[in-house]
């Protein structure tokens, strides 16, 4: 009996993690995927470059440049269309996992395929980018660069003999150092990867990802350079009143812009989806839309760092703040919305700067370019659902810490609205559209905090292995069985557990008791010996992990001894129904609202009240006597 209860439990002692050495050998695969992900950035980027010098300079150069200085004119609206061309061919006969902006369909990829992505995505879906951005699509390269390090972080890990879980970790791995590479943002590539792409918080995968990030941003300093990315004016520590209401502004009017575009993109997928054409010819209408805004406003074709710069530099005029807020808004939703191939980081961080340079000319002088970086920050918390990600991010970009306090409140604030007005964020909504369900909350599970001798049965029939069979069979038939329980624990005259009998193999046994001396036979020649049992002092948790590994439902409780290494006490049973109450006890703790702390009145007021009380008592005796 000792060695099955054993086999099947779970260690003594209990810890606040449940990490394991392994976590040593993926922590290694994850810094070999790091410096593979800062490989993989380096040439997405130089992918970009090259495509941006061909299709609007026509030479052959593979630096980061703008587009809005081409000298094309009304050719230029052929160039973007000519570019959704070729992503839509690529996405029908290659693979369609290439459509998107790279996040949803990474977290298709560890919720649907077991963190199993195709090799051949690794290749196609940065060529598309680079293709579509490269022909002024108005997206960024973080979303594609996510997806690919994603992918060749799956790749590897589908070399070695990983679960489900491991892999997962090396995907997330790819995707962090994807992107602390090309933003140079180590930190916020950990929190991203933490609040939406691990769906834990675990050491087991943070530690992986955090090292894989880390060591890709240290690799970029020799293969990209060094940050940040958008160097901006110091500002003051001291914020006033009137700077912190500014700030709840700023989240307000984020949370607002956030919903708005979010509502933009899905309405504009909505309207392809009715179109009576095949997908693949999509992206060349989106691309149509492209080319008339960078027509009008050459500003929003292509990444657009130079114009975030400026954005937080002030140095721009209201035409430009107008041409992102209205024709960059509207190139990108439609065009995302048509399924092309590219990221949604940098579009909101130039439209978050922009709404914030409109803030400017009506909010408090906090100096040149607070109010963009903080709505920067914001919209990024209140688009991707993800403030603590769009905080990190902001410091990371500008590496003006002094900002920290207007960021955390502009944030929260947008994440706030958007949570309050919005199912889903701009990232999950596509997730959900196919569908699947997403929670973006974490807690502690209460089967984890609450233990077996909480929540155990104790008022049990207990059957003694040295009973008769013909007396079990009395028992059976008595009135106190008649609320009978499903399996009857057998112990010796000391309570220790010998096993287990279940009603109904009990019943059919007695039923076939043929010889005369078969009811003298005593119950332990009949048991199930070495039973899988509970321990009195484990949590829930690792209760229900049992149930779903043998498949049982039901198990004696026993109490772990030192003296007797080879024999358990039983102090009880639990079942799955009992397991539920610790789910009861949370909805409880969640719905159950009770005034702890009570204002008590003066002693003058209160007799006052008491003497009222006394009048009106006498007024209403007096009414009942002239009644009568």
């Known amino acids: 009996m000792a060695n099955g209860a054993r086999q099947n439990g779970m260690p003594k ?26 490989f993989v950035a380096l040439g997405l980027l130089r992918l970009i470059g090259l495509f941006t010098n061909l299709s609007f300079y026509l030479r052959w150069n593979s630096a980061l440049t703008s587009p809005a200085g081409n000298h094309l004119g009304y050719w230029v609206i052929l ?12 996405a029908r006969y290659g693979s369609e996992r290439i459509r998107g902006h790279g996040i949803p369909e990474a977290l298709e990829s560890i919720l649907i395929s077991g963190s199993r992505v195709e090799p051949r995505l690794a290749i196609l879906k940065p060529l598309s980018s680079a293709i579509s951005i ?22 590897i890990a589908q070399f070695f003999k990983l679960t489900s879980a491991e892999r997962k970790t090396l995907l997330v791995a790819g995707a962090a150092g994807g992107m602390s590479a090309t933003f140079a943002s180590p930190i916020a590539a950990v929190v991203l990867a933490v609040e939406l792409l691990l769906f834990e918080l675990k050491p087991r995968s943070l530690i992986p990802v955090a090292l894989a990030s880390a060591t890709a941003g240290a690799a970029r300093r020799y293969l990209i350079g060094l940050g940040p990315l958008f160097p901006v004016p110091t500002h003051s520590v001291f914020l006033g009143p009137k700077g912190l209401l500014g700030c709840v502004v700023v989240g307000l009017l984020a949370g607002l812009l956030s919903l708005l575009l979010t509502a933009f993109v899905y309405g504009a997928e909505d309207f392809f989806l009715r179109l009576p054409i095949h997908w693949m010819w999509w992206p060349p209408i989106g691309g149509l ?8 406003f050459p500003q929003a074709l292509g990444v657009g760092y130079d114009t975030i710069g400026n954005l937080l530099q002030g140095t721009v005029s209201s035409r430009l703040i107008l041409g992102v807020l209205l024709v960059k808004s509207t190139m ?4 995302l919305g048509s399924g092309t191939s590219g990221g949604v980081l940098a579009p909101l961080l130039m439209m978050g700067a922009a709404l914030g340079g409109l803030e400017s000319l009506f909010l408090p002088n906090e100096g040149v370019g607070f109010w963009p970086l903080v709505s920067m920050g914001a919209i990024l918390g209140g688009t991707m659902r993800s403030p603590l990600t769009g905080i990190i991010f ?12 207007p960021l955390l409140v502009a944030s929260m604030l947008a994440h706030g609205f958007t949570v309050l007005t919005m199912k889903r964020s701009i990232l999950t909504e596509k997730v959900a559209r196919r569908g699947f ?31 008769p069979l ?9 009135p106190q069985s008649r609320r009978p329980q499903r399996l009857y624990p057998v112990v010796d005259s000391e309570r220790r557990l010998l096993g287990v009998v279940r009603r109904h193999d009990l019943q059919d046994l007695l039923q076939r008791l043929s010889m005369p001396g078969d009811g003298a036979k005593p119950l332990a020649s009949v048991i199930r010996p070495n039973p899988v049992v509970a321990y009195s002092d484990e949590t829930l948790r690792q209760v229900v992990y049992r149930m779903a590994e043998t498949g049982l439902t039901r198990f004696p409780v026993v109490e772990r001894s030192e003296t007797h290494k080879q024999s358990y006490m039983l102090v009880g049973t639990i079942t799955l129904e009992d397991l539920l109450h610790a789910r009861e006890r949370n909805l409880e703790e969640e719905r159950h609202r009770e005034r702890i702390l009570r204002f008590h009145l003066p002693f003058r007021t209160r007799r006052r009240m008491l003497e009222g009380s006394a009048t009106e008592k006498k007024a209403v005796e007096t009414i009942e006597e002239a009644k009568s």
């Open 394 to 405: 902001a410091l990371e970009l500008t590496h003006d810490q002094d900002l920290l306090l």
């Open 437 to 467: 369900h997403l929670s973006r909350e974490y807690a502690v599970d209460p089967l984890e905090i609450h233990f077996v001798r909480e929540v155990m049965r104790t008022n049990i029939t207990v059957l003694l292995g040295d009973t």
């Open 13 to 38: 002692e209990l810890g606040d993690f449940t990490t394991t050495p392994r976590v040593i050998l993926i922590s290694l695969m994850g810094i070999g995927i790091g410096v593979i992900s800062a």
């Open 332 to 335: 990108w939703a439609v065009s």
């Open 470 to 478: 013909q007396e079990v069979a009395a028992l059976l038939r008595s």
């Open 79 to 90: 160039v973007p269309v000519i570019g959704s061309v070729i992503v839509g061919f690529m």
């Open 289 to 296: 839309v492209v080319g008339i805004g960078g027509l009008i």
């Open 134 to 155: 490269g022909t002024g699509g108005p997206f960024g390269a973080e979303g594609p660069i996510i997806m690919t390090g994603g992918a060749f972080g799956s790749m």
